[in-house]
């Protein structure tokens, strides 16, 4: 019997994939760059084993048992296996698979891309498989790719038709930018959004902004966010996170029939950013939103303080614990200048118009867990 337990993390895109010029291979219309979040806060867990016992493989993802038919699934461990040297014993045995986030699937909140790669890189050690996997993971969620490394990560889009250049790559690690952290602003909605998949598919079909977008703009943008990365110019840094954002909400609204994922709370986030670093006459924060109403913000750590009083502020919460209300790092506090509160007024909102904050900041990629304690299944094989 085989048995290996892995963690991976979540990555929020700065300039962002949206659309595949192969569906089937996941192979992106543009290249794409995000930063890696630390483990500690969210991250997806996988447990493996492998044994020759098992007469059939299963996958249990939150405690229910998922059906392996999926294709994106078959094809990530089909091409993990492919890599594997073909003397590894286990590579006909059958696994049980139990995977889990950390945090909740349902807040849209890239868990695909953890889950993926925690599942290729989980496999990668059952079969023994080294190098750049990222492009297997790549299979599972395009995204995915970009969770294998920590810090910063480029995902190249590749030119080969066969999708073997299409992987990620580390820009810079995660202790290169210690200062710079992240607030993800869990937005309260109830409605489902278009999934990813569904949304960049119809936007590629009748979009000619993104199309537009990813030959003429995205290449550009994307050498100038290495060099904002690069330098630690947080000003060039956010401008550009945020014009990407916009322009990437553009092209879904630019799809027909068109998508919308902001709602009118993430609208207010966006004027409420803008109108913070206009007061304080220096970029300061950067917001971007994935296909959902959630915020994640960029900013350098000496403002955390005040930007939370702010937030807390105009998105006053229920009456609920301030300790399931703000997740993740320790939540410094400061009180707000009298000209800053004056100026928020008119962005007051009802109480619970967010759910709740994760604190966060750039972290690691995927790391193997050893100790016995780690792993999701029971001696027996089966998940806990
Ligand atoms: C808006 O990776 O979820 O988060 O490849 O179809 O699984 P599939 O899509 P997915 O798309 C994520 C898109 C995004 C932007 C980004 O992460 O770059």
Partial sequence: ????????????????????????????INDSISATLSLDHMCAK??????????????????????????????????IKKRAKPDVECLNWHLNIVSENNFPTAAGLAS?????????????????VDGNISSVGRMGSGSACRSFFGGWVRWLKGEKNDGSDSLAIQVAPENHWPEMRVLVLVVSDHK?????????????????????RAENIVPRRVEEMVQAIQNKDFPT???????????????????????????????????????????????????????GPNACLYLLEKDVAEVIEMINYVFPSEP?????????????????????????????QPEGKLKYIIYTEVG?????????????????????
């Avoid at 320790?330 to 100026?343: F, N, Q, R």
């Fill in 192 to 212: 489902k959004a278009y999934s990813s998949t569904s949304g960049m598919k119809t936007s590629v079909e009748t979009s000619e902004l993104l199309k537009y």
């Fill in 1 to 28: 019997m085989k048995i290996a337990t892995c963690k991976a993390p979540v990555n929020i895109a700065v300039i962002k994939y949206w659309g595949k010029r192969d569906e089937n291979l996941i192979l992106p």
């Fill in 237 to 291: 840094f956010a401008k550009l996170t945020m014009q990407d954002s916009n322009q990437f909400h553009s092209s879904c609204l630019d799809t027909y029939p068109p998508c919308f994922y902001l709602n009118d709370t993430s609208r207010v986030i966006i004027e409420l950013i803008h109108a913070y670093n206009e007061f304080r006459e220096e970029t300061k924060v950067a917001y971007t939103f994935d296909a």
């Fill in 364 to 384: 690691s990629g995927p790391l193997v867990l050893k100790e016995a304690e780690d792993h999701l299944v029971a001696e027996n094989g089966e998940p806990k």
């Fill in 112 to 128: 695909s891309a953890a889950g993926y790669a925690c599942l290729v890189y989980t496999l990668a050690q059952i079969y023994e």
């Fill in 46 to 79: 996988t447990t493996i084993v492998s044994s020759p016992d098992l007469t059939e493989t299963r996958f249990w993802l939150n405690g229910e048992l998922q059906s392996t038919g999926n294709k994106r699934f078959q094809k990530c461990l089909e091409e």
């Fill in 320 to 348: 609920i614990a301030m300790s399931s209300y703000f997740k993740g790092k320790a939540v410094p506090y400061t009180t707000i200048d009298e000209k800053l509160m004056y100026m928020l007024i008119n962005f007051r």
